[in-house]
Every structure is written in structure tokens, then in C-alpha cells.
């Protein structure tokens, strides 16, 4: 019996087609680490201003290419760098504070104000703005929190599980220091 080109092309091309697998369940190490990107008992909780996979809050920029490409070891820098590109000081003709630009549309300016917690989302007129500078002060909130190094593994591994899959435990040892 002859088949169909069409038929034997859908039939290899459906599989491909089809959902695949659900992704594992976390991992415990995975679980203890999105325990503390939520909610931290030192400090500003990672999702508080990152989002990951949907979780947390678009403030700071997704850690999702982030968290996948970089070492365990650039993480750590990463979470404990005390300063930041993306963080201006904005002056206003009302105050100052420092914010994240969110976006710009016409002369409506959307800045995240990272005086207040949780940030809050601001609208400005262009002429309401006096300056917009790199911010010296602010710090990065997980540099105050002091994580100890099986907390920052255990970020690092909800961060990497969650990036791309990694089912790896994630060592104190591989963090450096």
C-alpha cells in the first residue's frame, strides 16, 4: 500500500508538534532557593524588583538569560555588587530619588522609584525631570542582605534550575571566597 508524501511528512513532523514533557519538580536545593528569591528573612527578597520565569516583579532586569549563562561563581557577584548600570538618580521638580527608567513614550516618562518597598511605578511629564545621573548611593539590596554561602547556593540553584533545567547541586565551594 502507497502512502500519502503528506501523510508520512505529518507523522514526523506531529511529535515535534506536540507538548513535550513537563519540567521536573524542583529540586530541594531549587525549592529553598525560590523560598528565598520571594520572600527573604535578611533583607529585599530577589523578587522583589527581578522576575524569573514569571515569578517575581518586572522592576530590575529578568534573570532568566542571566541565570543561564553566567557561572555560580559571576551570580554571586552579581547579587553582591553594590551598585548597579541600570540605577539613576532622578531628580524631580518636586524630589529625588533613585529610580530604574521603565520606558518612555512621547513625554510620559515611567520611572521605578527605589526609595520606596516594594518600588513603585511613577509617571512624569519630560518637563517634570531635571536630571537623570548614575546613582553612587543606592545599593544593591541582596549586597546588604549578607547571605551566607548555602544561601547564595541555594539561590544560585533555584536561579540555574529555572534559567535552564540544571538539576546540578550547586556547591559553597564553586562560589569562590
Not at 514526523?12 to 529553598?32: D, E, F, N
Not at 532622578?90 to 520606558?103: D, H, L, R, S, Y
Request: contains cysteine; aromatic residues 6%.
Amino acid at each position: 500500500m502507497k502512502r500519502s508524501p503528506l501523510l508520512i511528512l505529518g507523522a514526523l513532523i506531529l511529535p515535534l508538534l506536540a507538548p513535550g514533557q513537563s519540567k521536573p519538580p524542583l529540586t530541594p536545593q531549587a525549592q529553598r532557593g525560590q523560598a528565598l528569591f520571594q520572600k527573604s528573612p535578611k533583607g529585599v527578597a530577589c523578587g522583589t524588583c527581578h522576575t524569573l520565569k514569571g515569578i517575581g516583579v518586572a522592576v530590575g532586569p529578568d534573570l532568566t538569560k542571566l541565570a543561564s549563562a553566567a557561572t555560580p561563581r559571576g551570580l554571586v557577584m552579581a547579587i553582591e555588587m553594590t551598585m548597579t548600570a541600570y540605577v539613576q538618580q532622578v531628580k524631580t521638580t518636586k524630589n529625588e530619588f533613585p529610580g530604574i527608567q521603565k520606558q518612555k513614550v512621547g513625554d510620559t516618562l515611567e520611572i521605578w522609584d527605589l526609595s520606596k518597598l516594594p518600588p513603585t511605578l511613577r509617571t512624569f511629564s519630560s518637563s517634570e525631570i531635571l536630571s537623570m545621573r548614575g546613582n553612587e548611593k543606592w545599593v544593591h539590596p541582596p549586597a546588604a542582605a549578607h547571605y551566607d554561602r548555602q544561601e547564595l547556593a541555594d539561590i544560585i540553584g533555584f536561579l540555574k534550575f529555572s534559567s535552564n533545567g540544571g538539576q546540578k547541586e550547586v556547591t559553597a565551594a564553586e562560589l569562590g571566597k
